[in-house]
């Protein structure tokens, strides 16, 4: 199995910047794609951005318009979600995810493992 443990949510004003970090350990090998996802109180988990593991194919939603950057470090194993210029409508639970084989890749099914969220909070 795959294990994610992630970091760098806390509570920020708007136009702030933050980078969430997500370790992963385990059957690393089995990734093929890592991807960040968002749940905001009362409202259905949204796609945010997602990278392949090997190659430099990235995917974004429209909703970030530009702001946010998906990165990754192979030598430590993690992904980085770079967020810049927040807004309240960015606050949620963030999760990171792996996917396992070739999918959609923003179509939550296919991740098979999950991270245990981290809060970000926005004020305005």
């Known amino acids: 199995q795959v294990q994610l443990v992630e970091s760098g949510g806390g509570l920020v004003q708007a136009g702030a910047s933050l980078r969430l970090s997500c370790a992963t350990s385990g059957r690393t090998i089995s990734v093929y794609r890592m991807g960040w996802f968002r749940q905001a109180s009362g409202k259905e988990r949204e796609f945010v951005a997602a990278i392949d593991w090997r190659g430099d194919s990235t995917y974004y939603a429209d909703s970030e318009k530009g702001r946010f950057t998906i990165s990754r470090d192979n030598a430590k194993n993690t992904v980085y979600l770079q967020m810049n210029n927040l807004e309240r409508e960015d606050t949620a639970v963030y999760y990171c995810?792996?996917?396992?084989?070739?999918?959609?890749?923003?179509?939550?099914?296919?991740?098979?493992?999950w991270g245990q969220g981290t809060q970000v909070t926005v004020s305005s």
């Open positions: 995810a792996a996917q396992t084989s070739s999918g959609t890749y923003w179509y939550t099914p296919n991740y098979a493992y």
